[in-house]
């Protein structure tokens, strides 16, 4: 079992819209989580991190956790076609395990 | 301010080379990470260094070995390249423990014919 699921996805949504990623981690004590954004070709950059419970806004980018849920979720709104990218959902490294999700592939389409 | 630098950005082996990857940081971190990424596929760890002097295997490390230089620079060598070892290799730092996320550089996409 992997330490972070996400939705496979793809997930396409039109210019303009709210875009919803999700995601579950497996480790109780997780303390922080944290959204990456890797475009096609680039290495992946980090976008939001996330420690307690309940939302925490950066522009358009939401992140919403809910520990007891175990479940973390990344909105962005007013979705434009430069937020195309696949997005990761990680947690912080640790046992020697990667600590990443597949990630979701978003198409955001004019 | 540089980050994580990694070289050569790209490399085509033959089956059989050898070669080492290049991966330095200026961010002071103590942790330091090697990352494979197959298409279509996520990031799965092939060794890790928690701290200068210690290397640890992740899910994939057959094949490599690492070198922990000294703080800043972490190598990973490929001693007899494999067609199945063609992947983009990432570089990633961060500080073990603190819930700190990892930083990634930009990647070295090798082929193997």
């Known amino acids: 079992q992997k330490e972070v699921e996400q939705n496979s996805g793809p997930l396409s949504v039109p210019e303009g819209a709210i875009a919803s990623l999700n995601c579950t981690y497996s480790d109780r004590g997780s303390q922080s989580f944290f959204w990456y954004r890797q475009y096609s070709g680039k290495s992946p950059e980090l976008i939001m991190s996330?420690?307690?419970?309940g939302d925490k806004e950066d522009g358009r980018f939401t992140a919403q956790l809910n520990k007891a849920s175990q479940y973390v979720s990344l909105l962005i709104r007013d979705s434009q076609p430069s937020d195309s990218a696949t997005y990761l959902c990680a947690v912080p490294p640790y046992a020697g395990k990667s600590t990443f999700g597949d990630g979701t592939t978003l198409t955001v389409k004019p | 301010n540089a980050g994580v630098t990694q070289t050569p950005k790209f490399q085509v082996l033959k089956t059989g080379q050898s070669m080492t990857l290049q991966c330095a940081q200026d961010m002071n971190h103590n942790s330091m990470y090697w990352y494979r990424q197959d298409p279509g596929m996520g990031l799965r760890l092939i060794y890790y260094s928690a701290s200068e002097g210690t290397t640890d295997k992740g899910e994939v490390p057959n094949g490599y070995n690492v070198s922990r230089l000294n703080k800043r620079e972490f190598s990973l060598r490929l001693e007899s390249a494999a067609p199945s070892q063609t992947s983009v290799y990432f570089c990633a730092s961060s500080e073990w423990g603190t819930n700190q996320p990892q930083h990634f550089g930009d990647g070295t996409r090798l082929s193997i014919l």
């Open positions: 996330i420690y307690s419970n």
